[in-house]
């Protein structure tokens, strides 16, 4: 069953969806499934207003699961669980590492939010916003042994899984340093 239309939603009236902006002639229109098109308006909606609220968790969720590779929405994302975050840059063996300090603004339950990471990295391992997303968290959460848990799990579920070209690394360092 198809989710109820955000448009139909009363809770949804206080925010005034916004078209994407295709200026002149598109040579290449994509056509967008309607339920991702209006989930989008909506989160334009959502982003001019500056709304950190669970509604936006929800929303946000929504379209990840119909298009987890979205870096926009993730970074809405994590500014509702980890608002405020001020990268620290160390330099360590040559590579930039990050340390995020934050502020948590709704009280989100980081523990369901990293059961909705594992869910996503089940279908989507090789994404890079997912694997982002998870290091904020972690960073917040301070308890490595899990992530890293994870990370040799990810290992074993594909052999072929080219570690050194992917996120994994840097999660592994950043957990690690």
Same mark, same amino acid.
């Given at each position: 069953?198809?989710?109820?239309?955000?448009?139909?939603?009363?809770?949804?009236?206080?925010?005034?969806?916004?078209?994407?902006?295709?200026?002149?002639?598109?040579?290449?229109?994509?056509?967008?499934?309607?339920?991702?098109?209006?989930?989008?308006?909506?989160?334009?909606?959502?982003?001019?207003?500056?709304?950190?609220?669970?509604?936006?968790?929800?929303?946000?969720?929504?379209?990840?699961?119909?298009?987890?590779?979205?870096?926009?929405?993730?970074?809405?994302?994590?500014?509702?669980?980890?608002?405020?975050?001020?990268? &620290?840059? *160390?330099? %360590?063996?040559?590579?930039?590492?990050?340390?995020?300090? =934050?502020?948590?603004?709704?009280?989100?339950? +980081? @523990?369901?939010?990293?059961?909705?990471?594992?869910?996503?990295?089940?279908?989507?391992?090789?994404?890079?916003?997912?694997?982002?997303?998870?290091?904020?968290?972690?960073?917040?959460?301070?308890?490595?042994? &899990?992530? *890293?848990? %994870?990370?040799?799990?990810?290992?074993?579920?594909?052999? =072929?899984?080219?570690?050194?070209?992917?996120? +994994? @690394?840097?999660?592994?360092?950043?957990?690690?340093?």
């Amino acid at each position: 069953m198809p989710p109820i239309p955000y448009s139909l939603r009363p809770e949804w009236d206080d925010i005034t969806p916004i078209p994407q902006a295709d200026t002149g002639h598109v040579l290449v229109p994509i056509l967008y499934n309607p339920e991702y098109k209006e989930a989008m308006d909506y989160f334009r909606g959502i982003v001019q207003k500056e709304e950190y609220s669970e509604r936006v968790l929800d929303l946000t969720e929504h379209i990840i699961r119909m298009n987890p590779a979205h870096y926009s929405v993730w970074s809405v994302r994590s500014q509702v669980i980890l608002p405020r975050w001020v990268p &620290t840059v *160390l330099c %360590l063996h040559g590579k930039r590492q990050y340390r995020y300090h =934050t502020l948590l603004k709704i009280g989100a339950p +980081l @523990d369901k939010e990293l059961e909705l990471m594992n869910a996503m990295l089940s279908h989507n391992l090789k994404t890079y916003q997912i694997w982002h997303h998870r290091r904020l968290l972690q960073t917040h959460l301070r308890d490595p042994f &899990t992530e *890293l848990a %994870l990370i040799t799990r990810t290992l074993r579920l594909d052999p =072929t899984f080219d570690y050194e070209d992917s996120d +994994l @690394d840097e999660n592994e360092g950043a957990l690690l340093s």
